[in-house]
């Protein structure tokens, strides 16, 4: 047996065996993460892997990604729009216009003193005009109905539709950024990209028309076909299904709900990797790698590194985008506090290097392993702590201890990455 | 019009913080630099290395209020400081034994030791959040203002307030001292200068039988110092958070980039730019203008560019700027 | 006749791959200058690099004083009493030329005002530049500077990589004068130099390398009269 085959049976086992020692339900939640980590761990091995690309923006795809699910599904917000919806729209553009000016000039005009002072004039004014109309704007929406509303809303379009439009949003922003920041050297580029991930995380914290910002969107849709626990348990013909194998209704519904986002994210999954694998054995994968393994010969030979590397980026950030947009869906609210780099970059970066970087299939061993390990320790871990603290006399040292069982996972992650950069650089699959 | 009130009132809310924020960084910026000039990576493992070294030093602080020792009208973190400083350097040079040492003996690339040092950031921020959690500390303790408003008030009968914090006045009085101390061992003595020549050619130092380990291990120390004196100032003067001293990174970096990278007088320039930018440009003018404009021209409402929740922003503007248009920064960096 | 101060004898071996040298030998007597010459190629560079330890020997050995050096680091030929003027990347172009200077007498613990009087002596142009960085300076002063700094040491042998590559003749002229005045001086120069004619000129003995191994050796005069070397090397 390869030695994927081995690794591979021997986490289906792991997540069997959790299924039979904890719960079913433990099992698929954790499995289902795993998928959508292993998405996001594709997209990271796509950049990393085939093109050695640094992105360390990881966690601003995912949340573009749950912003889609917020603009397609959630219902609109009548009264915000009209309060102030088109002066928002028209600031947006204005903005938009600026930028696309300042571009055109700085290009077109000759280098000298004379260009810089007529970008930063046209900066400034663009920047007064954009504030005037959308300053106003933002007041009208955001008050409206602060306590439930205060946004604009979404479409109210079907939830399932948010996946790609998610994948688009994270791909028009992978091609802002690649466009300036991918000529960087590749630890400049990796603070640059982590840097426009706090940016769109702050911008999505902060603006409440967009998503009410920290007071959170919740009741986003579920996407379709997946049922709703409290609609199975009502009925009857479910029930009467639930009786006849001997199932307790509550349970057998929320695993039910959770076998369906595992067959659909699954369904994303494998052409993603098919797709994926396609594309590494290709003569563009070929030159991909011949690029990352050297750039300097590989661009004496007429090859456009950096637009290949815009592509890449733009690719590996829109499945990054998709999977954060499923995220979303799944979770059925945003919050956009919740997005922390630990955890939505770094976390899918040790996905992917544990896994084996370049390799595709490597890339969803670490995902699902590492979500594995990042859940059970979240859910086992102030038990574990517990035990192992038994010796101690109860008091504050104790209570504390228990208490920070939660960030023994970083440790632990960080201990694993180390070990792994050290005895095994390739990963646990290689790169063929 | 009045400007002298005006003077004052930017003097209070844009010029003071900027200028004690700017130290901060400052000495988190040549902790970055010097590692990169000598250790040649970009350590991101820097701001939870200054969120360590704070945690050991807010616990020597409680342990020294607990004992009933105190500075007086001056923080009682001072004195912990140094104890902050020698875990930090154990803990920089365990790492660099443990685990960097490998890569630099076997020629890694750039990018793998990037790699390892965010594997460090997890260990750090792990370690960090297990010993102190993750909730905001405040270890200020002495007198808060060295000139309240009240008392500029008083003392001047003008109608803005002055006022400075005594964690102002003590980032910038030892952040000069540091900064001094720094310079005058880099420039004067025999192992500072034997750093300045691996920094710019480490073949050449080798050659000129300069010993690498004693050059990597003293960059550890100071490194693990700089990180700790900056990170205990920035906590005396807003809080800790070790969130914070992780989004840190950025700022940190991008005045260290803008300063040129590797370049010690670069990283300092750097602080300041990226500290007065981000203050200047969050900052709400309307008290400043409403001095200095004529009445009729007085702002009504809020003028400020930029809310402060997109201070990050301001550094990534002015990062991104740089590496476009000048790529070694400033004062010329490294350019690798 | 007494062996040479240093001699590389019968080297063999390269960076790794396929050797570069086969069964190459070279010596400097005391206080004489010895330079190598010879096509693109020919492995002058790395003969020298061997016989400073910068790689590894498969057969042969380099002796100095009578000493068997062959296993020791390149620090340790420091150490010993070698300096070394690489033929790029040779000086600390950050820092000042008088810091340049005592990067070279690191080593050193005892006070090195002396021989830094010597060289500035040697090198006038240096002393009144000192404080300047080196990098600053034109083609021929940093070369100065990158000599400079492996005499600090008080080095017994100096080996210097191309020391007049891309600097104009008449410096090129002013540069030999000043390593004729070294070797004076009591100090072995081993030199590896494209402007084969000026080189032996003032060579009291001459190497010819072609592919690694010696074609011809002999005194400085004798190998610009040999007119076999004057044709294939000299370019007539």
């Given at each position: 047996?390869?030695?994927?085959?081995v690794?591979f049976s021997a986490?289906t086992?792991?997540y069997?065996?959790?299924?039979?020692i904890?719960?079913?339900?433990l099992?698929?939640?954790?499995?289902?993460?795993?998928?959508?980590?292993?998405?996001?761990a594709?997209?990271?091995?796509?950049?990393?892997?085939y093109a050695?690309?640094f992105n360390?923006?990881?966690m601003?795809f995912?949340?573009?990604?749950?912003?889609?699910?917020?603009?397609?599904?959630?219902?609109?917000?009548v009264?915000?729009?009209n309060?102030?919806g088109?002066?928002?729209?028209?600031?947006l553009?204005l903005g938009?216009?600026?930028l696309?000016?300042?571009?055109?000039?700085?290009?077109r005009?000759a280098?000298?003193r004379?260009?810089i002072l007529?970008?930063?004039?046209?900066?400034?004014i663009?920047?007064i005009?954009f504030r005037?109309?959308?300053d106003?704007a933002?007041?009208?929406?955001?008050?409206n109905?602060p306590?439930s509303?205060?946004?604009?809303?979404?479409?109210?379009?079907p939830?399932?539709l948010a996946?790609?439009?998610?994948?688009l949003?994270?791909a028009?922003?992978?091609w802002?950024i690649?466009?300036?920041?991918?000529?960087?050297?590749s630890?400049y580029?990796a603070?640059?990209?982590l840097g426009?991930?706090?940016?769109?995380?702050?911008?999505?914290?902060n603006?409440d028309?967009l998503?009410?910002?920290?007071?959170?969107?919740?009741?986003?849709?579920r996407?379709?076909?997946v049922?709703?626990?409290?609609?199975l348990?009502?009925?009857?013909?479910?029930?009467d299904?639930?009786l006849?194998?001997?199932?307790?209704t509550v349970?057998?519904?929320?695993?039910?709900?959770k076998?369906?986002?595992?067959?659909?994210?699954s369904l994303?999954?494998?052409?993603?990797?098919w797709?994926?694998e396609?594309?590494l054995?290709?003569?563009?994968g070929?030159?991909?790698?011949?690029i990352?393994?050297n750039?300097?010969?590989?661009?004496?030979?007429?090859?456009n590194?950096?637009?290949?590397h815009?592509?890449?980026f733009?690719l590996?950030?829109?499945?990054?985008?998709?999977?954060?947009a499923?995220?979303?869906?799944?979770?059925?609210?945003?919050?956009p506090?919740?997005?922390n780099?630990?955890?939505?970059?770094?976390?899918?970066?040790?996905m992917?290097?544990v896994?084996?970087?370049?390799?595709?299939?490597g890339?969803?061993?670490?995902g699902?392993?590492i979500?594995?390990l990042w859940l059970i320790v979240?859910?086992?871990g102030?038990?574990?702590?517990?035990?192992?603290t038994?010796g101690?006399?109860?008091?504050?040292?104790?209570?504390?201890?228990v208490?920070?069982?939660?960030?023994?996972?970083?440790?632990?992650?960080?201990?694993?990455?180390?070990?792994?950069l050290?005895?095994?650089p390739?990963?646990?699959?290689?790169?063929? | 019009?009045d400007?002298?009130?005006a003077?004052?009132?930017f003097?209070?809310?844009?010029?003071?913080?900027?200028l004690a924020?700017?130290a901060?960084?400052?000495l988190?910026a040549?902790g970055?630099?010097?590692?990169?000039?000598?250790?040649?990576?970009?350590?991101?493992?820097?701001g939870d290395t200054m969120?360590f070294?704070?945690?050991?030093?807010?616990y020597?602080?409680?342990?020294?209020?607990?004992?009933?020792i105190t500075?007086?009208?001056?923080?009682?973190?001072?004195?912990?400081?140094?104890v902050?400083?020698?875990a930090?350097?154990?803990?920089t040079?365990?790492?660099?034994?443990i685990?960097y040492?490998f890569?630099?003996?076997?020629?890694?690339?750039?990018?793998v030791?990037v790699?390892v040092s965010?594997g460090v950031?997890?260990?750090l921020?792990?370690i960090?959040r297990?010993?102190?959690?993750v909730?905001?500390q405040n270890?200020?303790?002495?007198?808060?203002f060295l000139?309240s408003t009240?008392?500029?008030k008083?003392?001047t009968g003008?109608?803005e307030?002055l006022?400075?914090?005594?964690t102002?006045?003590?980032?910038?009085?030892?952040a000069v001292?540091?900064v001094?101390?720094l310079?005058w061992?880099?420039?004067k003595t025999?192992?500072?200068?034997?750093m300045r020549?691996?920094?710019d050619?480490?073949e050449?130092a080798?050659l000129?039988s300069?010993?690498p380990d004693?050059?990597v291990?003293?960059?550890w120390?100071?490194?693990?110092?700089?990180?700790?004196?900056?990170?205990?100032?920035?906590?005396?003067?807003k809080?800790?958070?070790p969130?914070?001293?992780?989004?840190?990174?950025?700022?940190?970096?991008?005045a260290?980039i803008v300063?040129?990278?590797g370049?010690?007088?670069?990283?300092?320039?750097?602080?300041?730019?990226i500290?007065?930018?981000?203050?200047t440009?969050t900052?709400?003018w309307?008290?400043?203008?409403?001095y200095?404009?004529?009445?009729?021209?007085a702002p009504?409402?809020?003028i400020?560019?930029?809310?402060?929740?997109?201070?990050l922003?301001v550094?990534?503007?002015?990062l991104?700027?740089?590496?476009?248009f000048m790529p070694?920064?400033?004062?010329?960096g490294?350019?690798? | 006749?007494?062996?040479?101060?240093?001699?590389?004898?019968?080297?063999?071996?390269g960076?790794?791959?396929a050797?570069?040298l086969h069964?190459?030998?070279?010596?400097?007597e005391?206080?004489?200058?010895a330079?190598?010459v010879?096509p693109n190629?020919?492995?002058?560079?790395?003969?020298?690099?061997?016989m400073?330890?910068?790689?590894?020997?498969?057969?042969?050995?380099v002796?100095?004083?009578?000493?068997n050096i062959?296993?020791?680091s390149?620090?340790?030929?420091?150490?010993?009493?070698m300096?070394f003027v690489?033929?790029?990347?040779?000086?600390?172009?950050?820092?000042?030329?008088e810091?340049?200077?005592?990067?070279?007498?690191?080593?050193?613990r005892d006070d090195?005002?002396?021989t830094?009087?010597?060289v500035?002596?040697?090198?006038p142009?240096?002393k009144?530049?000192?404080?300047?960085?080196a990098?600053?300076?034109?083609?021929?002063?940093r070369?100065q500077?990158?000599v400079?700094?492996a005499?600090m040491t008080?080095?017994?042998?100096l080996?210097?990589?191309?020391?007049?590559a891309?600097?104009?003749?008449?410096?090129m002229?002013?540069?030999?004068?000043r390593?004729?005045?070294?070797?004076?001086?009591g100090?072995?120069?081993?030199m590896?130099?494209q402007?084969?004619r000026?080189?032996?000129?003032?060579?009291?003995?001459g190497y010819?390398?072609v592919?690694?191994s010696?074609?011809?050796?002999?005194?400085?005069?004798?190998?610009?009269?040999?007119?076999?070397?004057?044709?294939s090397?000299?370019?007539?």
């Open positions: 047996m390869s030695r994927s085959a690794l986490l086992l792991l069997i065996s959790t299924g039979i904890f719960s079913w339900n099992a698929l939640s954790i499995l289902i993460m795993g998928l959508l980590s292993s998405i996001m594709l997209g990271v091995n796509i950049q990393l892997g050695g690309l360390t923006g990881i601003g995912t949340a573009l990604g749950g912003l889609a699910v917020v603009l397609v599904s959630a219902q609109p917000v009264a915000g729009w309060a102030g088109p002066g928002i729209l028209a600031g553009l938009a216009a600026t696309a000016l300042t571009i055109f000039i700085w290009n005009m280098t000298g004379v260009r007529i970008t930063i004039i046209i900066l400034i663009g920047f005009l005037t109309v959308i106003p933002i007041i009208a929406v955001e008050t109905d306590a509303y205060g946004n604009l809303g979404g479409l109210g379009l939830s399932l996946w790609p439009v998610g994948g949003l994270a028009v922003a992978a802002a690649g466009k300036t920041a991918l000529g960087l050297r630890d580029l603070i640059a990209t426009i991930a706090e940016i769109i995380v702050a911008v999505m914290r603006e028309w998503a009410r910002g920290v007071k959170n969107i919740d009741e986003l849709p996407p379709w076909p049922p709703y626990e409290v609609v348990q009502k009925d009857p013909s479910f029930i299904w639930a006849r194998w001997g199932f307790d349970t057998s519904s929320t695993i039910i709900v076998l369906c986002y595992v067959v659909m994210f994303v999954l494998l052409p993603l990797i797709l994926s396609r594309a054995h290709s003569p563009w070929r030159m991909m790698r011949a990352r393994d750039e300097v010969a590989a661009s004496a030979m007429g090859k590194v950096t637009k290949r815009l592509q890449i733009i590996g950030s829109s499945i990054v985008g998709i999977a954060g499923m995220m979303t869906s799944m979770e059925g609210q945003l919050i506090g919740a997005y780099p630990l955890r939505f970059t770094f976390l899918i970066w040790v992917a290097i896994g084996g970087s370049g390799n595709n299939w890339s969803v061993l670490g699902l392993l979500s594995w979240e859910s086992l102030p038990g574990l702590m517990i035990i192992l038994n101690i006399p109860d008091g504050w040292l104790k209570t504390h201890l208490e920070s069982a939660p960030h023994m996972r970083l440790l632990t992650l960080g201990v694993i990455l180390l070990v792994v050290r005895f095994s390739r990963g646990l699959i290689p790169e063929k | 019009m400007f002298l009130n003077l004052i009132a003097l209070n809310f844009v010029f003071v913080p900027g924020y700017g901060q960084l400052a988190g040549l970055i630099t010097l590692i990169y000039g000598i250790l040649r990576f970009s350590n991101f493992a820097h969120a070294g704070t945690m050991v030093t807010i020597t602080t409680w342990g020294l209020q607990a004992a009933g500075l007086g009208v001056l923080p009682t973190a001072l004195l912990g400081l140094p902050g400083i020698a930090t350097a154990f803990l040079l365990a790492t660099d034994r685990i040492k890569y630099r003996k076997n020629k890694a690339l750039p990018t030791l790699m965010m950031m997890f260990v921020n792990g960090v297990l010993f102190i959690g909730e905001e270890f200020a303790d002495g007198e808060r000139i009240g008392d500029f008083a003392m003008l109608a307030g006022a400075i914090k005594s102002q006045a003590i980032t910038v009085i030892v001292l540091v001094t101390w310079f061992f880099l420039q025999r192992t500072g200068k034997s020549a691996f920094s050619n480490e050449l080798l000129s300069i010993n004693r050059v291990q003293m960059t120390i100071i490194a693990a110092a700089l990180a700790t004196i900056a990170g205990v100032l920035y906590g005396l003067d809080s800790f958070k969130f914070t001293y992780f989004q840190l990174l950025l700022p940190i970096f991008a260290a300063g040129g990278l370049n010690p007088l670069g990283a300092i320039a750097g602080g300041f730019i500290a007065f930018s981000e203050v440009v900052y709400a309307t008290k400043v203008l409403t200095v404009l004529p009445e009729s021209m009504k409402n809020l400020q560019l930029i809310s402060t929740d997109y201070k922003a550094s990534f503007v002015i991104i700027l740089v590496l476009l070694t920064g400033l004062f010329k490294k350019s690798v | 006749m007494a062996e040479p101060f240093l001699i590389g004898e019968a080297m063999t071996g960076y790794g791959g050797d570069i069964d190459c030998t070279i010596s400097v005391k206080g004489q200058i330079v190598i010879g190629g020919a492995g002058k560079s790395t003969a020298m690099k061997a400073f330890g910068m790689l590894k020997l498969r057969t042969g050995h002796r100095l004083a009578g000493e062959t296993a020791l390149p620090q340790d030929r420091v150490a010993k009493g300096g690489p033929q790029t990347h040779n000086i600390f172009t950050s820092m000042t030329v810091e340049n200077l005592e990067m070279g007498a690191f080593i050193r090195f005002a002396d830094l009087a010597q500035y002596d040697l090198f142009i240096l009144q530049k000192r404080f300047q960085p990098g600053e300076l034109s083609g021929g002063q070369q500077v990158a400079g700094r005499l008080q080095p017994k042998v080996m210097l990589d191309e020391p007049t891309g600097i104009s003749p008449i410096i002229g002013e540069l030999f004068e390593i004729i005045e070294i070797a004076r001086t100090i072995s120069i081993m590896v130099e402007n084969a000026q080189a032996l000129d003032i060579a009291d003995k010819v390398l592919q690694g010696n074609r011809f050796t002999g005194t400085g005069t004798t190998l610009l009269a040999n007119p076999e070397v004057r044709r090397f000299l370019g007539g």
